[in-house]
Structures are given as C-alpha cells and as structure tokens.
C-alpha cells in the first residue's frame, strides 16, 4: 500500500511537481544527515575516531560516485530511453558487467587495504595507530560500494520511468541506521560506524530492488555481451564518471591534502562540506535529475528552441537559489554551524574552524547548482566529451590551487576549501561559453 502510494506522486508528468516531490524526499534525508552528523560530532568531537571515518569513508564514497549513484543515473537513463524493446536484454548485460566488475574491485581492496590507504590519506602513515585503525576500517565499509552502487543500477532503471521518490529517500536509511547504531552501544568505535554503514547499504539495495521488481524487472546475470549495446553504454558512462564524480574527486584531494594538517581538518572539511551539500542535493541534484529524462526526449525529437527555453527557465531559478543559499553560508554560517553541531566534544574553536572552510566553500554554489543541470544538459544532448573535459579541467585545477595554497602561503584548510570553489567557478565559465558558442542556450 505504501509503495503504491509513493507511486502515485510521480503519475503527474509535470516538471515541476517531479522536481518538488524528489526534493520533499531530499530534504528528509538532509535533515536526518544532519542529525547523524549531530550525533557523531557530539560522541567523537572533531577528534582522531572522527577524522578517520572522515578520510575513509571518503574514499567508498567517491568510486560510489563512480560507480554509483551520479554516474549510474546519468548514463543509464538516457541509455533506457533509447533501448525500448531490446530492454531487458541490455539490463542483464549492465547488471552482471557492474556486478562482476565491483566483485573484483572490493576484493583488491580488501586483500590491499594498506595500499588504498597510503593512495589516500598518505598523511596517516605517519603516525602507526592512526594509519592500522584506517585500515581496519576500510577493510570493514568498502563492501558498500557494491551495495549502493547496485542500489544505484535499480534507481536508474526508475529515474527513466521518471520515478524520482524512492532514490532521493534512500539516503535516509544510511542516515537512520549510523543515528541507531550511535545509541545502541556504550563506545562509538570505528567497527561500529562500519557495521552500521553495511547494514544501511543492505536496507538501501533491498528497498531500490523491491521497487524495480515490482514493475517486474529481473535483471539476470549473463555470460553473453553485445559489443554494440557496451560500446553505447560506456560513451556515456566514462564521461558520468567526471560528471558525477569530479565534485566528490576535488573533495577527496581536499581530504588527502587535510591529513597533512592539524587534528581536526579533516572534520571541519567535513561538516562545512555537508552544508554546502544541503542545497546542492536539494536543488541542484533534484533539478538535473529530473531533468534527464525530459531533455533526452526532446533531443529525441529534435526540439532544441524548447530544450534552449527549458533551460533557461531553469537557470535562472538555480542562480538565484545559489546566490541565496551563498549569502546565508557566508555571512550566517557561524551561527548556522553554532546551532547544528556546538555540542559534547565539538567545541566553540570547532565551530569557528568549520565556519571557515564554509566561507571558503561558499562562493561555490552560485556555480555548483547550474553545472549540475549543464551536465544533465550534455548528456542528453550527446555531448559527452564536454563533461570529460570540463571534470578534467577542474580536477588539474584543484590540485594545483590545493598545492599552492597548502604549501606555498598556508592557508590550512580555509585553502583547501577555497580551491574547489575557485575550480567550479572556472568550469562553470567553461561551460557556459561551450554553450553559447555552440547556440544551445539560445534564449541567452
């Protein structure tokens, strides 16, 4: 009854409505990520426990990206679209490619956990506990990418039938089960957080699939791939990797570069990382996602004034959300930050170094929320090298910018911050002036 009930939001093929019912969803999950991070700030502090977490657990989150969720959607759904009656055949081909694939991927992580971590928290090997905690605990949570990133598979299958709900709740799972698990045991230890993070992917992958079956999908396992059905799927998967993944990537070197600071960069990065998510998620995701479908079609039919209309009709909106949302960060965000995390171990310098990696962060998303829609827009439009250029493009900027600003005029992490908003700020421009040249965005 429930899931025919959430269904029934999404019969009412309307734009808008679809936009309003995936952010209601978001937004949900947002709160109770804000809870979870409540929880572990208040229990661990921005202490040694919590930077782990922190740097480790990015790690499954980025190739989750990569695997997963951004790339998943944007490249499986117009790819759907296009397959019609050879469906099925084409999602047992994905379906066992993505699965054999991950199979391979956990298995060298957790036969190479030293060498996962040394690739990305080389700052952790300087100190012996720190660096064997960071690898206990990857060993425990790098089985969730498998997990969502199949959870991820199935909610792309419903993104191209334009049922948007169940994958923007799905977050909320992850979120309740870390809140659970805080306050079922006297010691938040790093093997607790893994057990909880697990046992969310477990529910995530259970939920997406009950909702795909009972459309009655089966994907099944198969030996036998058609090179011309791979060749399609991966000109648009590779290109959703820098798509989906590059904002996560540009945080990772972030991270990479905070291990090498002082205890505690790692958690401001953090937290003031996940305000800026808020609204990226709730608006910028939620427009370019629901989105896809719409313009895939369009360009089916040729109808490029609407797409240039459609378009921007929608920027506007974003733009004027991300001055908005920059506004409050930068000039509220230290009572923000206040309010949401001064409690238990997460003291008042606490709140004032996370104010500062917000303000460094800021800036960002003015830009961030338009590049989510511009890459829904080349993807439907076949552009796909552009995203490949542009990921490129923001990540060598990074990592310069990072570099610079670390060991050049010390900045710590303020600096870190700063140059992921400054490499959004010049794919956004890149990206425009793609655009405008080639008169896509028309109403401009």
Not at 29 to 50: E, P
Not at 173 to 202: P, Y
Not at 268 to 275: A, D, G, K, Q, V
Not at 391 to 418: P, Q, R
Request: proline share 3%; with cysteine; aromatic share 18%.
């Amino acid at each position: 009854m429930l899931l025919q009930c959430l269904l029934s939001l999404t019969t009412v093929n309307n734009f808008w409505k679809s936009t309003f019912g995936f952010s209601f969803f978001t937004f949900i999950s947002r709160v109770f990520g804000y809870l979870r991070d409540l929880t572990l700030a208040a229990f661990l502090g921005a202490g040694q426990i919590y930077d782990i977490f922190v740097v480790i657990f990015r790690i499954p989150n980025v190739f989750r990206s990569f695997f997963g969720e951004g790339a998943m959607a944007q490249s499986l759904v117009p790819s759907i679209i296009e397959a019609k009656e050879n469906i099925n055949n084409f999602l047992n081909q994905i379906f066992s490619l993505l699965l054999f694939s991950l199979l391979i991927f956990v298995g060298l992580a957790e036969v190479f956990p030293k060498l996962f971590v040394s690739l990305f928290a080389p700052g952790f090997i300087y100190d012996e506990e720190k660096f064997l905690d960071a690898t206990n605990f990857l060993r425990i949570v790098f089985p969730y990418i498998l997990l969502i990133s199949l959870t991820a598979f199935f909610g792309a299958i419903q993104n191209s039938r334009k049922i948007f709900q169940f994958v923007a709740a799905t977050p909320i799972f992850f979120n309740l089960s870390l809140i659970c698990f805080a306050f079922s045991f006297a010691e938040l230890s790093l093997k607790v957080l893994g057990i909880s993070i697990l046992t969310a992917g477990l529910i995530q992958l259970i939920l997406n699939f009950s909702v795909v079956a009972y459309f009655g999908i089966f994907p099944k396992l198969t030996l036998t791939f058609d090179r011309e059905i791979l060749n399609s799927f991966f000109n648009k998967f590779i290109p959703a990797i820098f798509a989906a993944g590059v904002y996560q990537l540009n945080v990772l070197v972030d991270t990479i570069f905070a291990s090498f600071l002082i205890t505690g960069s790692p958690t401001w990065l953090y937290l003031s990382e996940r305000l800026i998510q808020f609204p990226l998620g709730l608006f910028g995701v939620a427009v370019a996602l629901v989105s896809l479908p719409n313009l895939t079609e369009l360009f089916i039919q040729k109808d490029m004034k609407q797409i240039s209309s459609h378009s921007f009709k929608i920027l506007r909106v974003l733009f004027l959300m991300g001055f908005g949302c920059f506004l409050g960060a930068y000039f509220l965000g230290d009572y923000i930050i206040e309010i949401l995390f001064k409690r238990g171990e997460f003291s008042s310098f606490d709140v004032g170094m996370t104010f500062l990696a917000l303000q460094g962060y800021a800036i960002s998303l003015i830009f961030l929320l338009p590049q989510k829609y511009f890459n829904s827009l080349f993807f439907a439009i076949s552009k796909t090298n552009m995203v490949v250029y542009t990921g490129l493009l923001s990540l060598f900027a990074n990592l310069i910018l990072n570099y610079y600003f670390i060991f050049t005029i010390d900045l710590g992490h303020f600096g870190l911050a700063l140059a992921t908003s400054i490499s959004s700020i010049i794919v956004f421009f890149v990206s425009l002036y793609w655009l405008l040249s080639r008169k896509i965005l028309l109403a401009f």
